[in-house]
Nanobody, 124 residues
């Protein structure tokens, strides 16, 4: 079982930026796709961005495309989410997740390991 630990959450004002990190245990980090999901209060968890095992392919939710950038450093077993131009609608708990294979999916059921989540709060 891969262990995932998120960090980098916090509170920022509208228009600000944050960078989330997700550190993974294990020696096969590049063998699977990874993704960020988020869950706002009273809402279902939703896909934010995903990245293939090699880092070549990326996918974004429409709501974050152009503002968020997903990346990974396989040598460091770490994935990142750079979030710019944040708005109160981005307030949520952000989770990193490991896919079962190399292909990016937006479906939660395709992910078999999850981090504990990190809170992002954007004030107006």
């Amino acid at each position: 079982q891969v262990q995932l630990v998120e960090s980098g959450g916090g509170m920022v004002q509208t228009g600000g930026s944050l960078r989330l990190s997700c550190a993974a245990s294990g020696r096969t980090f590049s063998s699977y796709a990874m993704a960020w999901f988020r869950q706002a209060p009273g809402k279902e968890r939703e896909f934010v961005a995903g990245i293939s095992g090699s880092g070549t392919n990326k996918r974004y939710a429409d709501s974050v495309r152009g503002r968020f950038t997903i990346s990974r450093d396989n040598a460091k077993n770490t994935m990142y989410l750079q979030m710019n131009n944040l708005s109160p609608e981005d307030t949520a708990v952000y989770y990193c997740a490991k896919d079962r294979d190399l292909l990016i999916s937006s479906r939660e059921g395709e992910y078999d390991s999850w981090g504990q989540g990190t809170q992002v709060t954007v004030s107006s």
